[in-house]
T-cell receptor
């Protein structure tokens, strides 16, 4: 494993509540990513970070915000969760001089 | 937009070679071909990538046609643990958005 943990691994919450997912790496890699995976869609990029306090949007960023105050942590926040955000969320990391991304174990989020 | 086309599913007998095809007819000259796989309920796992030459590592071989419009991932001796969804992705070096598509579900049969 590439030294990536995600927490929580499972969460059930109600519509309208805020939710924060955490991705933690021990590799000191510059790039970090948040994807969501839904049936029939594969993985889709939500946001990514290219350094501390440096983030950018992916293809499905609406309804999500991110923060990276330390190299090792990348947080994904759903300010007001909706049922359409029920999904499996994966974090990934990438070293600066590599093309490959290395993925965490995922967080299964259910919004009721 | 889908840049790659893969069959939705394939079966392979345990111990035999699994050959997974991928079409990428619109690939650009500076785009690489990457393969990842995702075993049930786990995060995707990088397998191999290449630009135009064939590549081999401890997991698999990647054969890219001379015109680069298609490629084949070869698992030389498939095991039950190779049962997974395999994704073929074309991307520029250092690109941040990998388009995974829906991949090929490979089932290795005992």
């Amino acid at each position: 494993d590439a030294g990536i943990t995600q927490s929580p691994r499972h969460k059930v919450t109600e519509t309208g509540t805020p939710v924060t997912l955490r991705c933690h790496q021990t590799e000191n890699h510059r790039y970090m990513y948040w994807y969501r995976q839904d049936p029939g869609h594969g993985l889709r990029l939500i946001h990514y970070s290219y350094g501390v306090k440096d983030t950018d949007k992916g293809e499905v960023s609406d309804g999500y915000s991110v923060s990276r105050s330390k190299t090792e942590d990348f947080l994904l926040t759903l300010e007001s969760a909706t049922s359409s955000q029920t999904s499996v969320y994966f974090c990934a990391i990438r070293p600066l001089d590599y093309n490959e991304q290395f993925f965490g174990p995922g967080t299964r989020l259910t919004v009721l | 937009d889908a840049k790659t086309t893969q069959p939705p599913s394939m079966d392979c007998a345990e111990g035999r070679a699994a050959n997974l095809p991928c079409n990428h007819s619109t690939i650009s000259g500076n785009e690489y071909v990457y393969w990842y796989r995702q075993i049930h309920s786990q995060g995707p796992q990088y397998i191999i990538h290449g630009l135009k030459n064939n590549e081999t590592n401890e997991m698999a071989s990647l054969i890219i046609t001379e015109d680069r419009k298609s490629s084949t991932l070869i698992l030389p001796h498939a095991t039950l643990r190779d049962t997974a969804v395999y994704y073929c992705i074309v991307s520029q070096t250092g690109a941040n958005n990998l388009f995974f598509g829906t991949g090929t579900r490979l089932t290795v049969i005992p």
